[in-house]
């Protein structure tokens, strides 16, 4: 099977940026069922990224900083300016949280690990959510470990870009970098990764 992850862009619709406007309006005001739907919404993305920017995390330490996360913006839903997707904005936020974590860590080996490892499967935990990647078991694992081998904000790249389907755009603002940069970050992050894995590219 050809290493492949496709990707079919994150472009946002008007009718996408209504429906985030709506919800957040809803989440503003203190609708219940708008602030459970929210938080079902993007807890899973808010996980994954946290486990793949932090791969040696627990499950009880992604489940806490997904609440906090979710916490977070919730409360602090009216800073949403709405010029960015809802999904962008809470993972803007779950990426500063993360951050955070690692800078407060006192262990350069903790760190280290933090940044070098990555979970054994490459495909998301609950395959009934949409993702990219179809790869066979021996190939996911290649992957998986050339992936932990990256600098961490290359490998946070690459996670948004093909897990999260977003795209260049989207990524700059949650990573806060320029786009020019952030499309370096990901052009390197490629090259990286056929380098590894010699002339297969799993992120075509």
Not at 24 to 31: K, Y
Not at 91 to 109: F, G
Request: overall charge negative.
């Amino acid at each position: 099977m050809d290493a492949t992850i496709t990707s079919t862009g994150a472009g946002e619709t008007s009718n996408h940026r209504d429906e985030d406007r709506g919800l957040a309006e809803r989440v503003r005001v203190g609708d219940s069922a708008a602030i459970e739907h929210f938080c079902v919404t993007f807890g899973q993305a808010v996980a994954r990224y946290a486990r793949r920017f932090q791969a040696n995390l627990s499950a009880e330490e992604i489940e806490d900083i997904t609440q906090t996360v979710l916490i977070s913006a919730v409360e602090g839903i009216d800073t949403f300016k709405q010029y960015s997707s809802l999904k962008t904005w809470v993972l803007r936020i779950a990426h500063h949280k993360l951050v955070d974590a690692v800078r407060r860590s006192t262990s350069r080996e903790r760190r280290e690990r933090v940044f070098a490892e990555m979970p054994d499967e490459w495909e998301p935990e609950h395959p009934e959510e949409p993702h990219a990647a179809v790869l066979a078991k021996d190939q996911q694992q290649r992957v998986a470990a050339a992936l932990g081998a990256l600098p961490a904000l290359e490998r946070a790249v690459v996670s948004l870009r093909y897990i999260e389907d977003m795209d260049t755009v989207q990524i700059a603002d949650i990573i806060h970098k320029s786009h020019r940069s952030t499309q370096a970050l990901l052009t390197s992050a490629r090259a990286r990764l056929r380098a590894i894995l010699g002339s297969e590219d799993p992120v075509e």
